[in-house]
Nanobody, 113 residues
Framework: QVQLVESGGGLVQPGGSLRLSCAAS????????MGWYRQAPGKQREMVAI???????NYAEAVEGRFTISRDNARNTVYLQMNNLKPEDTAVYFC???????WGQGTQVTVSS
């Protein structure tokens, strides 16, 4: 079965950094676009970043220039490097494989002083 396991969240001060990881199994990772999404309490889930299997990346305007998505196909892992974090980034972060209706458990990111 498909498994997506997010990790790396935590509590960080504004301006700090975190690196999220998502380990995928049960799918041919290299052929899927992978994405990071987030959901804050009372808000709709939103796309943060997407990295296609064909190269390049797409970012939400709110994180452009601060976050970087990357992937290591040999490790079946997608990463999200988050720099200059803001309180507005506080949310549960999920990774997702394009075309699959499946999500991991998410990892909590809290940005607070």
């Amino acid at each position: 079965q498909v498994q997506l396991v997010e990790s790396g969240g935590g509590l960080v001060q504004p301006g700090g950094s975190l690196r999220l990881s998502c380990a995928a199994s049960g799918l041919r990772f290299s052929v899927f676009a992978m994405g990071w999404y987030r959901q804050a309490p009372g808000k709709q889930r939103e796309m943060v970043a997407i990295i296609p299997n064909s190269g390049g990346a797409n970012y939400a305007e709110a994180v452009e220039g601060r976050f970087t998505i990357s992937r290591d196909n040999a490790r079946n892992t997608v990463y999200l490097q988050m720099n200059n974090l803001k309180p507005e980034d506080t949310a549960v972060y999920f990774c997702h494989a394009g075309g699959l209706d499946f999500w991991g458990q998410g990892t909590q990111v809290t940005v607070s002083s």
